[in-house]
């Protein structure tokens, strides 16, 4: 098992930053791929970025790419999203989830999920 705790969601105006973290418990984290999605109310989850155990590969969303960068410290067990020029569309629930398979942007390829931090991002 793997216990995910997510924190540094918040409000913000528009073009501000936040960063998220997600503490990973449990089992050896370095051999996980990680990744972020996230949930507006009223609509589907999505992906948002994901990073390889090794933090040699990572992949963005296009809405994100170019403001969001994800990050991983194996040595203390959480993975990170900074997150810049924010937009009230970026308003939603981000989730961290893991997986030992290959990063994937699919949500039912992720065993342990985290319980969600608020981002709102006000015009």
């Known amino acids: 098992q793997v216990q995910l705790v997510e924190s540094g969601g918040g409000l913000v105006q528009a073009g501000g930053s936040l960063r998220l973290s997600c503490a990973a418990s449990?089992?050896?984290?370095?051999?996980?791929?990680m990744s972020w999605f996230r949930q507006a109310p009223g609509k589907e989850r999505e992906f948002v970025s994901a990073?390889?155990?090794?933090?040699?590969?990572?992949d963005y969303a296009d809405s994100v790419k170019g403001r969001f960068t994800i990050s991983r410290d194996n040595a203390k067990n959480t993975v990170y999203l900074q997150m810049n020029s924010l937009k009230p569309e970026d308003t939603a629930v981000y989730y961290c989830?893991?997986?030992?398979?290959?990063?994937?942007?699919?949500?039912?390829?992720?065993?342990?999920w985290g319980q969600g931090t608020q981002v709102t991002v006000s015009s």
């Open positions: 989830a893991a997986d030992l398979k290959f990063p994937s942007r699919l949500g039912l390829n992720y065993d342990y």
């Open positions: 449990g089992r050896t984290f370095s051999n996980y791929a």
């Open positions: 990073i390889k155990w090794s933090g040699g590969y990572t």
